[in-house]
Structures are given as structure tokens and as C-alpha cells.
């Protein structure tokens, strides 16, 4: 499949697909338009204080699985978009970053997850703290189109979201009446 037959990247949240306000940039200049912009880390980080100040409600910066979550936690409080790269399926280091990012950080503002997001994944990264999903998978996209999220009722470990009351984790069973 050549990048033209490609699938283009749509963006779903818990209430649906919806348009996506946010642009993708290299470096400061995309600001000029009214689009929210993401930057890379490096971008982000090489951002004066004024422009940072000034843009903060439509600035948001983009990391790689390799990079440190540690390097926007003094920006988290006027961020409002936090990206996490999945550049392959089998690469989870973003899962624990959104879990860190909503557990020990308190960031209450949308985590998105970008890259290699498949419809098996979803789920977990909901409960992770994810908010939003760039989808392009075909499989995915469909399955979203028709309210198939999917997911296991049973879990082995909390999350950084709350459980629903009727469901549990396996090992806190409750006795039957």
C-alpha cells in the first residue's frame, strides 16, 4: 500500500469521531494560524517564554517513547494537549507515560495517542488516561464507526481511571448471596 492508498488519520474520543482542531508542526511559525499546534519536545522545549505564555491555550507538544516525561511536567498545568508516540504497536513505554502523567502528575488535559493505535489497544489506553486517538488502522476505523470498542471486563491491576461500581478487578471477588 502506498502512502496515497494510506487511510487518512481520524480522530476519536469516548463520544466519537470528531474534527481535529490540533495541526502537527516543526517549529514555532505554524502558530500564526488559529489551529492548536504540536510541537515535538525539542521544539516545545527550545520555546521562548513569551511565545510559550502567550500560546498556551493552543500549544501542545508531542513525545516519543523515548523521551521524558519529566522534561513538561514544570509546563503541565497550562498545557492542554500532551501527544504520546506509539511508532510500532509492540512499543508500550507511552502506556505508562499517560498513566504517570495522570497518577503522580494530576494532568487533567488531553492525552492523545498518536501513531500505531490499534482497536485491541484501545481499551487499555483509555484506562491508562488516554483521552484521544489518531486512528488510521482500517480494522480500527471501522470498529469505532460501529461502537465496537471492545475490552475485558476482568482486570488484574488498577488503573489511572476509576473503575465502574459493577465491575472489578479478578482478585477482589465477591462472594455470592
Given amino acids: ?3 496515497t492508498d494510506a487511510p487518512a488519520i481520524r480522530l476519536w474520543t469516548e463520544e466519537g469521531f470528531r ?11 505554524a ?13 516545545f522545549l527550545a520555546l521562548d517564554e513569551t511565545t510559550r505564555t502567550e500560546n498556551a491555550a493552543r500549544l501542545g507538544v508531542h513525545l516519543e517513547p523515548g523521551e521524558q516525561i519529566a522534561a513538561i511536567v514544570p509546563f503541565l498545568a497550562t498545557l492542554p494537549l500532551v501527544s504520546l508516540g506509539f511508532p510500532a504497536f509492540n512499543d508500550g513505554r507511552s502506556y505508562s507515560k499517560a498513566q504517570l502523567l ?17 482497536i485491541d489497544q484501545i481499551p487499555l489506553m483509555l484506562r491508562t488516561g488516554f483521552s484521544e486517538f489518531e486512528v488510521s488502522n482500517e480494522t480500527a476505523l471501522k470498529r469505532l464507526e460501529e461502537g465496537r470498542v471492545g475490552g475485558i471486563a476482568q482486570r488484574y491491576q488498577p488503573a489511572a481511571r476509576a473503575e465502574a461500581a459493577a465491575t472489578g478487578f479478578s482478585w477482589r471477588r465477591k462472594a455470592l448471596a
Avoid: C, F
Wanted: no cysteine.
Fill in 1 to 3: 500500500m502506498s502512502e
Fill in 19 to 29: 474534527d481535529d482542531q490540533w495541526i502537527r508542526a516543526e517549529d514555532a511559525q
Fill in 102 to 118: 495522570r497518577t503522580r502528575h494530576g494532568y487533567k488535559g488531553a492525552i492523545r495517542a498518536s501513531g500505531e493505535v490499534l
Fill in 31 to 43: 502558530l500564526a494560524g488559529n489551529l492548536g499546534v504540536i510541537l515535538p519536545l525539542a521544539a
